[in-house]
């Protein structure tokens, strides 16, 4: 299955977020992820999920997530349950990774050191939230984790693909962190590509 996460209006100012702290370390040009819609009216940061499909033996490679310019890159992913998350930080100033999965703590890790890599499980579905205690509010990033493999995120250009699936109907969901939810449907035959677009 492949296709394009659309945004019905003009795509949004980019808004200047304000650095508080460590601005000599910090890239002085950050602007705020929570919408990106490119000029052809692609939205970025969309995660897709197929429900219903079986998933067989696949899974997923490590995630790998990373505080660069005091920002955390990617934005936003996708992973299924039990995939490793390698944790880095780029940045010579310290970050402190609090992962919320809803109001819980998932996981709290301090990374003080430049070239510092800490991994961690994803052991539970759902949304997990990352965010740093160390001074820099404005970073933020999600990881949707799934209990099957059949999940992508909508990349630059609003596109996404998503191989692998077995012939049939499946329901579609896709989760926007401010747009929230929608859904559809696909039939995937047993040979070649399904098509499935989207707007929001």
């Known amino acids: 299955v492949k296709g394009k996460i659309s945004y019905s209006k003009a795509a949004p100012k980019r808004t200047a977020l304000k650095i508080t702290r460590d601005k000599r370390a910090c890239n002085k040009k950050l602007y705020d992820q929570t919408l990106l819609v490119s000029k052809s009216k692609g939205l970025a940061n969309v995660v897709i999920s197929i429900e219903g499909a079986k998933a ?9 997530v990373d505080q660069l310019d005091c920002l955390y890159v990617p934005h936003v992913s996708a992973a299924m349950v039990g995939t490793r998350v ?4 780029s940045d010579s100033v310290l970050h402190n990774v609090h992962a919320f999965l809803d109001d819980d703590t998932a996981f709290n890790l301090a990374m003080p050191i430049k070239g510092m890599e800490v991994n961690q499980e994803l052991e539970d579905e759902g949304v997990v939230k990352l965010k740093c205690d160390a001074g820099h509010a404005w970073m933020s990033a999600y990881i949707l984790v799934f209990e099957h493999p059949y999940v992508s995120v909508s990349s630059s250009d609003g596109s996404f693909a998503i191989s692998s699936l077995p012939a049939g109907t499946y329901k579609v969901v896709a989760w926007h962190e401010k747009l929230g939810r929608k859904t559809g449907k696909v039939t995937v035959a047993a040979r070649g590509e399904t098509i499935f677009n989207l707007t929001y």
Request: glycine share 8%; aromatic share 8%.
């Open 56 to 64: 067989g033996k696949l899974k997923f490679k490590d995630l790998v």
């Open 86 to 89: 390698i944790i880095k930080n």
